[in-house]
């Protein structure tokens, strides 16, 4: 990786997207095979990945311009105890613009985020479910098929952060059934400084 990175910064840098020369050309191709490669990596396509400086970035992104879009006065969040603040500070800075009111989902006895006091929990007003798929910190997992039926079920969307998950499990995005994945590549043993959005086109 390392290898890699000093390679890409160095003697084969060139802007990716950006000339038309043949470095530049050769960094296209490299940069949209890594998009194929992570797409491929958790079961998406590749047009549904846009890279990001973090998994911070991405849920940030998610927030700014489909909460934005889609949220109201009224409409709920739902989050857990658990929570990574970079999957709690986005949808409370959106809540604060939007009049949107956050809820939050209590753990199992064995730390775990609790489906069944969600499933109470969850009401029509919910718009977005943003749990993580496995915990920064207990390394619990998360049931997500089962938090993307609960959700689904109440119409709101389930955003996962993936970033623990990704190193550990093989994921596949469409079996898990979320509509928005994020990760770092820094816990994929990759360089700090990017990350990923995977958003069901």
């Not at 800075?93 to 199992?108: F, K, M, N």
């Not at 910190?137 to 119409?155: E, I, K, N, T």
Request: include cysteine; aromatic fraction near 6%.
């Amino acid at each position: 990786v390392i290898d890699a990175t000093v390679r890409a910064m160095g003697a084969d840098y060139a802007t990716a997207h950006r000339g038309g020369y043949a470095r530049s050309a050769q960094m296209t191709l490299a940069f949209e095979a890594a998009r194929r490669k992570l797409a491929s990596f958790i079961g998406g396509r590749e047009d549904e990945v846009v890279f990001t400086r973090g998994a911070t970035e991405a849920i940030n992104l998610v927030a700014q311009t489909w909460g934005q879009a889609n949220l109201r006065a009224g409409d709920r969040i739902l989050l857990s105890v658990l929570e990574h603040h970079s999957n709690i500070v986005p949808w409370q800075l959106l809540a604060e613009r939007t009049g949107a009111v956050i809820d939050v989902c209590p753990l199992t006895a064995d730390g775990r985020i609790d489906l069944d006091a969600a499933e109470a929990m969850l009401t029509p007003a919910h718009k977005l479910v943003a749990f993580a798929h496995v915990s920064n910190v207990l390394g619990s997992m998360l049931d997500a098929p089962r938090a993307a039926a609960l959700a689904h079920g109440v119409g709101a969307r389930l955003l996962l952060d993936g970033c623990q998950a990704v190193p550990r499990l093989p994921v596949d995005v469409a079996a898990l059934g979320c509509d928005f994945y994020v990760l770092s590549a820094h816990k994929l043993y990759g360089p700090t400084g990017i990350g990923a959005l995977w958003a069901r086109a």
